[in-house]
């Protein structure tokens, strides 16, 4: 038979258990291991500690419920404090003078979520809390609470009152009961590149969740890696809906009709508990905003308009629209510049740079029976290779491959700007203009361009009424038709020549730049590449480096190298600040600054943001300061870069290396000697206080425990 959850001696009446939420939750956990339900009193106090530290809490009554699974805990446990002294858990009223611990096995499952649902209910009761403030003993405080946390059924003569202790909702024969009383919530996370702010925001949201008795949240990831989609039945029994992206939704038409929280993916980092809210909020709202996407009763409108018509429907106006358009293009540009710019560096380390100027000859003349020569007559010129045969053979293998995939690039780049504004239908024709737009000479440029105006004259010929019969044919004939010819006539006619000469223009200017112009642009990206880190002003320093690369001129590869060791400062000079001086981080950052060092090495600058969200004013500009050293420093330098993405691991597509290394360590250097600076001239209220929190809790352990009621 198993224990009953709360006993006498887990329960202090009028203690004083210190000034804060630290110091009651240590006394608290030592009654819990008093009693033998706990292993060890120090580990479950700092369990709880964390979870107290994410948000606080405190609920309205003057009552806190500090909880967590822990390692440490043998069984579900409440402790329960009534303070002498009240104590701020960050309550909406005050201080908190009623204090329940729940202690919950880390393999419990949700036991600890079931018990905080159960007390929570009896919170909002006022003869409950007055019982708890009234009673005279622990024993009366056991009874009480046992009452309500077994959700024992009301047991009453014909015309009593019910027990005080049985709340309404707790009676499993009451019609209330069989109503469902948790908000299903499902949720889309995506960021431009798919790599840290798209699971750093799903995390956030499903830790959050977990602490939601009355939330159910599924969260469908839209990154880099294989997407699973969320399941139809799940999407159909959801209540509401939360966007937490900064590129267009896949399949959005799937939640049509959902009410929709819809907002940048960092928001979600940041404020994944506001986000729930108003989740839980438009739930329970008959007028809030809706996920459009339905065709109409005449059928002229389908899936192709669904994108546009549900920017409209959340408010959004047609720059942010388009920024995130953009951002999508990005995002599926990404694979294609990493894969082309990643084997293309390959053929290089492979067979040296002559195979860039001959990949053409080697993979078309030769083949595994007919392996090619070091030195060679091509094309009636006497060309000497540094490697022959296999290897020089799969180099130029590796070379053709990634000249291949970088064709795609504008195209994609294009193709998905127009798929993000009219969903499918605007996919042919994005990818037709970007593809004219390399022919032109127009560059990425041109492909920014043919990308919105696919995608807008889509969403126009989208909106069109037309009859049912012809309606199945609009998303994949005429849609695709009539944008592509538009497109190509706007281009050939009218867009194209401008668009080549502002490309040319810009290459131009780009080789022609030395000394202090190249300086000056290594400057701007640098800040740009730190200023968010893996925001859309990094996104747009980014896309600046790696679309030129389809190019193949050194001018885009010394943007590309400055715009990668700009963006691997960050990460790398936080680890590097966190280790010198650890007194001036919380404990949370120090723990990030362990790993963010190998993320800095990975040029995924997303490993600061953690530091940055927490001390924005502090972090930010000292970052920006390292990576303007190192952009003008790399630009300076001249380095340049084949590889569009790998950080340290693909310093073999990178010349000079040991420039390129030099620009990095400086800019590392600046960062974190400036973010050192800055704590500690300007202190960080919050370090402080967790300083303080430390200290209170070390005096609190060594101080004697008060006598249990």
């Known amino acids: 038979m198993s224990s009953p959850i709360i006993t006498a001696d887990l329960v202090g009446l009028d203690v004083d258990y210190g000034g804060d939420p630290a110091a009651v939750i240590d006394h608290l956990a030592r009654l819990v291991a008093a009693t033998g339900r706990a292993t ?17 809490t405190g609920v309205p009554g003057g009552v806190a419920i500090p909880h967590c699974r822990s390692e440490a805990v043998t069984e579900p446990t409440l402790a329960f404090a009534r303070l002498s002294r009240p104590v701020d858990f960050s309550g909406p009223d005050g201080d908190a003078s009623l204090v329940f611990l729940i202690a919950a096995p880390a393999g419990g499952g949700k036991e ?13 009761r006022k003869d409950f809390l007055e019982g708890l403030r009234q009673a005279a003993t622990a024993k009366e405080i056991v009874a009480l609470v046992t009452e309500v946390v077994n959700a024992a059924p009301k047991k009453k003569a014909a015309g009593a009152p019910a027990p005080a202790g049985n709340a309404p909702e707790e009676n499993q024969s009451a019609p209330e009961a069989a109503r469902p009383e948790v908000t299903r919530v499902v949720a889309i996370t995506a960021c431009p590149t798919g790599i840290a702010h798209t699971y750093m925001a799903a995390d956030a949201l499903t830790q959050t969740a977990q602490e939601r008795p009355d939330l159910e949240l599924a969260v469908e990831t839209q990154g880099s890696s294989a997407v699973t989609p969320l399941p139809a039945a799940t999407i159909e029994a959801a209540d509401a809906v939360i966007f937490a992206t900064d590129v267009g939704v896949k399949d959005r038409e799937r939640f049509a009709g959902k009410p929709v929280i819809e907002s940048g993916v960092k928001r979600a980092i940041n404020e994944p508990g506001a986000m729930l809210d108003e989740a839980v909020a438009a739930a329970h709202n008959p007028r809030a905003r809706r996920v459009a996407g339905a065709s109409d009763a005449s059928g002229a409108r389908g899936s192709q308009a669904a994108s546009a018509a549900d920017a409209e429907g959340q408010g959004l106006n047609w720059g942010k629209r388009i920024q995130q358009a953009v951002m999508t293009g990005v995002s599926y540009m990404v694979p294609f510049v990493a894969a082309g710019g990643l084997l293309l560096a390959l053929g290089f380390l492979l067979g040296g740079k002559e195979v860039g100027n001959h990949w053409q000859v080697l993979v078309t003349q030769f083949s595994l029976s007919n392996l090619p020569e070091q030195l060679m007559a091509i094309n009636g ?10 290897v020089l053979y799969l180099a130029a293998v590796f070379f053709a491959t990634g000249q291949a995939a970088m064709t795609f690039v504008v195209p994609a780049l294009s193709g ?3 798929y993000a504004l009219a969903n499918r239908p605007g996919i042919a024709p994005g990818f037709v203009g970007g593809a004219i737009s390399v022919s032109l000479g127009a560059g990425f440029i041109g492909g920014l361009v043919t990308g919105v105006l696919a995608g807008l004259v889509a969403m126009w010929i989208g909106s069109w009424r037309v009859p049912r019969w012809i309606g199945s044919l609009m998303p994949v004939v005429i849609i695709p038709l009539l944008t592509s010819a538009i497109v190509g006539l706007s281009m050939f006619l009218i867009l194209g020549r401008p668009l080549e000469a502002v490309m040319t223009g810009l290459q131009d200017w780009l080789n022609s730049m030395s000394g202090s112009s190249a300086v000056l642009l290594g400057i701007i990206l640098g800040l740009m590449m730190c200023f968010d880190l893996g925001g859309p002003v990094n996104k747009a320093a980014y896309l600046f480096a790696t679309a030129g690369l389809s ?8 943007i590309m190298a400055a715009v990668m060791a700009a963006g691997m400062v960050p990460p790398i000079a936080l680890s590097l600040a966190t280790f010198l001086r650890k007194g001036l981080f919380t404990p949370a950052e120090q723990e990030n600054g362990k790993s963010s060092w190998l993320l800095g090495l990975s040029f995924v ?5 953690p530091f940055a969200a927490a001390d924005p004013l502090r972090v930010i500009p000292a970052m920006m300061a390292g990576g303007a050293v190192t952009g003008a420093l790399s630009m300076g330098l001249g380095v340049t ?28 250097l600046v960062s974190t000697a400036a973010v050192l600076a800055l704590k500690r001239l300007w202190p960080n209220q919050a370090v402080e206080k967790e300083a303080a929190k430390a200290a209170a809790a070390q005096d609190n352990n060594l101080a004697p425990q008060p006598e249990r009621a």
């Open 641 to 668: 870069a084949s590889a569009p993405h790998g950080g340290i691991f693909v310093i073999a597509a990178i010349s000079p290396a040991w420039a390129w290394l030099l620009s990095l360590l400086a800019g590392i």
């Open 416 to 418: 998905y700007i127009a």
């Open 605 to 609: 600058s997303e490993g600061a943001i």
């Open 40 to 56: 060890d009193a120090s580990v479950l106090g700092a369990d709880a500690r964390a979870r107290e530290e994410k948000s606080g």
């Open 112 to 124: 600890h979520l079931k018990i905080l649902s159960k007390l929570a209910r009896a919170l909002v």
């Open 551 to 558: 190019t193949g001129d050194a001018s885009s590869m010394k």
């Open 381 to 390: 010129q006497l060309v000497e290779f540094d490697r022959s045969g296999l």
